[in-house]
């Protein structure tokens, strides 16, 4: 029997969304049929969402550059770097990637299904994991997940 991962929203934050060396690992050892790599319709959700606000960060700051540095537009090796990005066409061009990983079952995404929400809330109000003391309404999506992953086992 593989080894099951379930990835969660912060490691495709923190390894870039898809090209970090861990994720580029993990998605290796999954195409190669060495684990089963799964993350939930939650998790999907969440990845799509924290991608468009990078690059609407990220574009917002290139444009702050390409303001405060036109000086690089003098030399031709730059032409590539102020070339003009549309944020939805980057954004679609991911989802297009990480679907393709989806639909190779590279990654396998355990969809919605009907839960038992009343679980997820005696957490939240008894202050049991994923819930802590802090910001209890980010904790919402990975309770979720949680309860899913659980009926999907």
Same mark, same amino acid.
């Given at each position: 029997?593989? &080894?099951?991962?379930? @990835? ?18 993990l ?13 939930? !319709? ?14 609407? @960060? $990220? ?8 303001? &405060? ?6 030399? #031709?090796?730059? #032409? ?9 066409? @980057? ?12 639909? !190779?079952?590279i ?25 802590s003391?802090?910001?209890?309404? $980010?904790?919402?999506? &990975? ?11």
């Amino acid at each position: 029997m593989r &080894d099951i991962i379930i @990835l969660d929203t912060s490691i495709f934050i923190k390894e870039n969304f898809l090209h970090g060396n861990k994720i580029k690992g993990l998605l290796n050892l999954s195409k190669k049929g060495e684990i089963d790599l799964y993350i939930t !319709e939650i998790t999907y959700q969440e990845i799509l969402a924290n991608f468009a606000k990078s690059i609407g @960060l $990220a574009l917002s700051e290139k444009r702050k550059f390409e303001k &405060d540095h036109k000086v690089l537009r003098n030399n #031709d090796s730059f #032409d590539t770097f102020f070339s003009k990005f549309e944020k939805n066409e @980057l954004i679609e061009s991911f989802k297009k990637e990480i679907d393709e990983l989806i639909n !190779e079952s590279i990654i396998k995404k355990i969809p919605y299904t009907s839960l038992n929400i009343g679980n997820v809330f005696k957490k939240y109000f008894n202050t049991v994991p994923p819930f802590s003391n802090g910001s209890k309404k $980010a904790e919402f999506p &990975d309770a979720f997940s949680i309860e899913l992953i659980k009926k999907y086992f």
